[in-house]
């Protein structure tokens, strides 16, 4: 039999108090008896406190992410990667024929009808980023709670390549659209 408080190997088997550490052994149970005789292997002089409360707490345990095919985070983070890129090829296409169209119609004069031309584009632009930034969102979370597969990390590289191509196209229309407005000009004082 073994000691409740201290984990010592008693010397008689109806012994009152331990030798080692002086605990009173006619109020110990059978349930902290089995107790150290399982945590036997620590240390013989451990203080009570650390025996008990030795759990890991909830924060520090890692989540067992589970085994098998593509879940639902990675396929999310695929779909939304490809149609951000296919917004960005849309509104590319899009403002290069709207501007065909309107140089064409209206015989170069460019500034008539300007903010019908540049809202479809920016507003396309604007939704792929939105979608790129989904798919992203869904490849961090499929890589804390599913398995390492290959269509997170595809879709979280289109989606990378999504998000820079429709900013660069947002910013375009943006620089574009601002190169047809007329600044008042300061007037030069001698």
């Not at 409740?4 to 008693?10: A, K, M, R």
């Not at 989540?63 to 639902?72: E, L, R």
């Not at 990390?153 to 407005?181: D, P, R």
Request: net charge positive.
């Amino acid at each position: 039999m073994f000691c409740p408080s201290c984990g010592s190997e008693l010397r008689e088997g109806n012994q009152k108090y331990c030798h080692c550490c002086g605990t009173n052994l006619l109020n110990a149970t059978e349930d902290t008896q089995l107790y150290t005789r399982i945590s036997q292997k620590t240390p013989k002089k451990i203080p009570k406190s650390t025996i008990e409360y030795s759990t890991v707490p909830e924060i520090n345990k890692k989540q067992i992410k589970p085994k098998g095919g593509i879940g639902a985070h990675s396929k999310r983070c695929l779909a939304f990667a490809i149609v951000s890129l296919a917004c960005a090829g849309v509104a590319s296409v899009l403002g290069t024929s709207l501007n065909f169209f309107f140089n064409w119609f209206f015989d170069g004069n460019s500034r008539i009808l300007l903010i019908p031309r540049f809202i479809p584009m920016t507003s396309i632009y604007i939704v792929g980023l939105i979608f790129g930034i989904l798919s992203r969102t869904n490849s961090s979370k499929a890589g804390l709670k599913e398995s390492k597969n290959n269509v997170e990390k595809v879709g979280s590289i289109l989606g990378i390549l999504g998000i820079i191509s429709n900013a660069i196209g947002l910013a375009g229309v943006l620089i574009f659209a601002l190169s047809f407005i007329d600044f008042p000009s300061i007037p030069y004082i001698d």
